[in-house]
């Protein structure tokens, strides 16, 4: 039928097109693999007159005449054209297009062509979060955006990732300025990723558009919406899978263990405990207890379509995940709905919803820490059973104070967080003339975060802190509140060769939160279902004592003005002035300039004609950004310590001056310079980018180091912020990308991009020039440092010369605390002839001077296949996870442990005695650099004659893995574990690896 229907409108066309000038035109359009294309704008090119693609891909458009031109246009493919010439049917195939020069990117109240940005601008689409189906968004931007690196400090379900775009640059808050759909959001973990249509990463001084906010730059994200005069489309996309640990770490069985500990005790003078070890038996591998094989699942569902004055879109996810370690016990699940919605009230003025709604479930165990689950199970005695001759989790007698059974510690451990988030933007856009628009925007967020954390009483061995001698449960209720109101003006015109567009803007940002937290003491009963505070015998309020509400605002004005000549020479300057509640009334505003150019060199006459160079661009930009993000009011001193007064000869509690108040603390300042250039070569097929870019923050806020006569060290009192310190960040970014059509049925591309990085501490006001962070070990000093002349967050430590193999080599050596053979010798830095603190130096630290992603991809008739991957260079992780205790147990390394002279040069004796060992030096300092598959991926698209019948435009399945697979010299769980810290990152604490996932989903559209 439909084929005779086809040879209708063919017949009857020819027939018209004989005695008319006018007559209709018919076809399909689909895209490279044969897929129909529902939506796509058809219209006569300099006419408003078109149709679009029904489900079946085909059009109709009347009143055709020789010689008009049809457009073809969708979102995410090339335009293409085509001159009618009484051809009967017109079928048109797509060509996918995300890299195109007309291609719109979001910049900040405002949009530009590719060929008109001037500022250094990453785009993620849709279709590389849909390949690499990422659990949080951050994830989609590890490997794909050159510049920016994504570190966790747990990979347990729910967990943050920390985003640094172009290194550190501050040792406060480095995060970037976040926005959805022109609202400020702070957590990415309410986004779900299936809803996003596209990721732009502002990297340079053009984020400045953003004020006070964006130094550490800025990430648009946009939502997906409908298209006008489509009809209604469903997608539906759900997957399932299983997770699994990457790496267990090869601890000793208890035959290995006991004969070490037998060998540390007789070293010691002591009497062996496992005199009869060989007859132990393998005993219990701690991490094959706690880590489990666990179900991951998501499910997607987007509503769209639109009309010839609007457009909707609407969707809905939930989204499950269990630990590897705990199972439930580790939860996190995720429920949303988004609505998008445009409308065109007149011809101009312009309506503008959306909203999102969240609610997220967690629950947490302790993880990268001393104590942690992952600790435990490294550190527990294999010969120990799980369970005692009573059938009670073992007690974990007789290794230190910290390590106690995970398994005991996954019963008793119960800690549940709900956080319910409503955002919503809302805007109108009146034209006053066509070239003269103004709009006004509200943005809002909304979040109350319910938590429940229950103690019980338990007993886990003989002196332990983990100890809990009487029962008790905490329960916070926080609200937070933010709201944001632009207003701009947008004046847009062109006069001959000249093409100009003018923003004029203010914008208003308010937020607040109520925080509240509760603890009771002496439950009835030992069981979480009884655990709340309305049945506790004793309450204690957790903030009477402190502040629990918060208040900062922010007032700003803002100006940009963007010129081109003939679209070649490329001109945007914009300035802003912010004024934040951080700081006080002699510092409260600041300006805020940014300017940038670009030269479009393959429009010159001497390059237009090339048939090598497809497009080159030369840019570069330079200005200066504020960053505000401190805690409130400290230009001031607070009443928010801990005071002790006596009145009548009886003690009173109060309050007293808190942290001490700085009014002359002003903003930092990050001074950015970038140079770019684009290019396109053979026919657009091979896309390079590159980059060098210098970030320089001066007037870091800093919390001083000050002496103990100001009596800082009074409960809830801290030093004054002051303005102290100087980084800079220099640094090189390349990409570069392939695309080929082979032919109709095979088509690839490749692509590649590399980052290299050099982070530098110019200058820091203290009193002994550094500041320190970071922890290792239980009494050491912190290890890391900010100091003059190095990285950011180094280590800071001694450096090891092998190992003394004799006593006479001890006698010749510095004077080195209880050194015996077997030791650790330290090198003596300063030559003074003793080992102490003095020999430290830097060791190392947690920046990688590279890094780089990589992708394949390609499709083959109904096949597609794609693979992404990143790698890390040049970065060291401190190894912090072992407890060299006594009688704990060590990792296998131990088992090439120093025994007599020339046994070995690299690691030492063990010992019940006196040593040094266990100081913090490079011994403990490992290589993070890595290799890591993040993701491969296998679909396969249904024919659409084999799913035509059941009214679906697509059906997709696929499997895929992510976290394939890791190559690394790193002996811990994760090479990718940090804690984020400016100061103090790079320090494994038995971090929670980030799991594999092997997945199997299905993509569908109605």
């Known amino acids: 039928m439909r084929k005779f229907t086809c040879l209708l409108i063919v017949f009857l066309s020819g027939f018209f097109g004989a005695y008319a000038q006018s007559f ?132 347990s379900p729910g967990s943050a990732s920390t985003i640094n775009i172009r290194g550190i640059s501050t040792n406060g808050d480095n995060r970037p300025l976040i926005l959805v759909d022109g609202n400020v959001i702070e957590d990415l973990s309410v986004i779900n990723p299936n809803d996003i249509e596209s990721i732009n990463v ?108 609007s457009t909707y879109s609407v969707g809905a996810s939930y989204f499950n995940q269990d630990g590897i370690v705990g199972l439930s016990k580790a939860n996190y699940n995720r429920l949303t709905a988004r609505l998008n919605y445009n409308l065109e009230i007149l011809d101009n003025l312009k309506l503008n919803v959306s909203g999102i709604y969240t609610n997220t479930n967690r629950r947490t165990l302790a993880e990268n820490a001393l104590g942690s689950v992952l600790f435990n199970a490294v550190n527990m005695n294999p010969t120990l059973p799980i369970f005692d001759e009573n ?293 657009s097929r091979v896309d390079v980018t590159m980059d060098y870019f210098k970030k320089r923050t001066e007037d870091l806020l800093v919390v001083s180091q000050v002496s103990g006569i100001l009596g800082i060290g009074a409960p809830g009192a801290a030093p004054p912020v002051v303005n102290g310190g100087i980084v800079e960040n220099e640094g090189f970014e390349f990409s570069i990308g392939y695309n080929q059509m082979v032919n109709d049925d095979f088509k690839f591309n490749i692509n590649y991009n590399l980052t290299a990085l050099r982070n530098e501490v110019l200058f820091v006001d203290s009193e002994n020039g550094f500041l320190t962070g970071g922890a290792f070990g239980i009494g050491l000093e912190p290890p890391s440092r900010m100091e003059a002349g190095q990285p950011l967050g180094y280590f800071y430590g001694l450096e090891t010369n092998g190992i003394f193999q004799t006593q006479e080599e001890v006698n010749n050596a510095a004077v080195q605390p209880n050194a015996a053979p077997g030791d650790l010798r330290y090198v003596d830095q300063n030559g003074d002839g003793k080992i102490d603190t003095e020999d430290r130096v830097n060791i190392g630290d947690p920046i990688p001077d590279f890094t780089m992603g990589m992708n394949f991809g390609f499709t083959y008739k109904n096949f597609d296949f794609n693979a992404y991957a990143f790698a890390s260079l040049g970065n060291e992780i401190v190894r912090n996870y072992e407890r060299n205790q006594l009688n704990t147990n060590r990792t296998n390394s131990y088992l090439g442990r120093w025994t007599g002279p020339g046994s070995t040069d690299s690691f030492p004796r063990v010992t019940i005695g006196a040593n040094s060992n266990n100081l913090f030096s490079d011994f403990y300092v490992e290589d993070g650099s890595y290799l890591r598959l993040q993701n491969i991926q296998v679909g396969y698209n249904l024919d659409s004659d084999m799913i035509a019948a059941t009214g679906l435009t697509k059906f997709r399945i696929y499997a895929s893995v992510n976290n394939a697979f890791t190559l690394t010299e790193y002996t811990g769980y994760d090479p990718s574990a940090s804690t984020g810290a400016p100061i103090g990152g790079g320090i494994d604490q038995g971090f929670y690896p980030v799991p594999r996932v092997y997945m199997l989903g299905i993509n569908l559209k109605f």
């Open 24 to 155: 209709s035109v018919s076809g399909s359009v689909t895209d490279e693999s044969g897929m129909p294309l529902l939506g796509v704008n058809v219209i006569v090119k300099g006419e408003s007159r078109g149709t679009t693609t029904d489900f079946d891909g085909n059009y109709t458009v009347q009143d055709i005449s020789p010689g008009d031109i049809l457009q073809f246009s969708y979102i995410g493919f090339e335009t293409q054209e085509v001159t009618v010439n009484n051809q009967e049917p017109i079928n048109v195939v797509l060509k996918t297009d995300s890299e195109s020069l007309d291609e719109v990117l979001v910049i900040g109240y405002g949009t530009q062509t590719k060929k008109e940005i001037t500022g250094a601008v990453s785009v993620v689409g849709s279709q590389t979060i849909e390949d690499l189906n990422p659990v949080r968004v951050e994830q989609a931007l590890q490997g794909t955006v050159p510049g920016v690196n994504i570190t966790s400090a747990s990979g």
């Open 202 to 309: 502002l990297k340079d001084a053009t984020a400045g558009i953003y004020g006070v906010r964006a130094a550490n730059g800025v990430i648009l994200i946009t939502t997906k919406s409908g298209t006008f005069n489509t009809e209604l489309k469903v997608d539906f996309d759900a997957y399932t899978g299983i997770q699994e640990t990457t790496r267990k770490l090869p601890v000793l069985n208890s035959v290995e263990y006991a004969a070490i500990v037998n060998e540390a005790y007789a070293a010691g003078g002591e009497n062996p405990p496992f005199p009869n070890f060989r007859e132990i038996g393998r005993g219990v591998n701690y991490q094959d207890e706690v880590f489990s094989t666990a179900p991951i699942s998501d499910m997607n569902l987007n509503v769209s379509g639109g009309t010839e004055k």
């Open 391 to 683: 059938g009670e989790f073992t007690l974990a007698e007789g290794l230190g104070n910290e390590v106690i059974n995970p398994l005991a510690q996954i019963e008793n451990t119960y800690n549940d967080t709900e956080i319910n988030k409503i955002s919503g933007v809302g805007g109108l856009e009146y034209t006053l003339w066509d070239k003269l628009s103004a709009k006004t925007q509200f943005q809002f967020n909304y979040s109350e975060v319910d938590g429940r954390f229950f103690s019980p009483e338990v007993f886990y061995g003989s002196g332990k802190v983990f100890n809990v001698d009487r029962n008790s449960v905490t329960e916070n209720f926080d609200i937070y509140r933010d709201y944001t109101w632009d207003n701009y003006l947008t004046y847009d015109d062109s006069f001959g060769d000249h093409n100009i567009k003018y923003l004029l803007g203010m914008s208003v940002f308010k937020t607040t939160g109520d925080l509240s937290s509760f603890t009771g003491f002496e439950l009835p009963t030992n069981e979480y279902s009884a655990a709340s505070i309305a049945n506790a015998a004793e309450v204690q309020d957790n903030y009477q004592n402190g502040g629990n509400t918060f208040d900062s605002r922010l007032l700003s004005y803002f100006s940009r003005l963007q010129y081109d000549y003939r679209g070649k020479y490329l001109f945007s300057g914009l300035i802003r002035r912010d004024g934040s509640t951080a700081f006080g009334p002699e510092n409260k505003f600041g300006w805020f300039p940014s300017a940038s150019v670009g030269w479009v060199i393959s429009d010159e006459n001497f390059l237009r004609d090339s048939d090598f160079l497809s497009f080159l661009k030369l840019r570069g930009s330079y200005g200066i950004i504020g960053n505000d993000r401190i805690p409130a009011f400290r230009f001031t001193s607070l009443l928010n310590g801990e005071g002790t007064y006596v009145f009548d000869n009886e003690l009173v509690f109060g309050k007293a001056s808190g942290a001490l108040g700085n009014p002359e603390i002003k903003w930092e300042k990050q001074k950015t310079l970038d140079i770019g250039l684009d290019a396109r070569f053979l026919d």
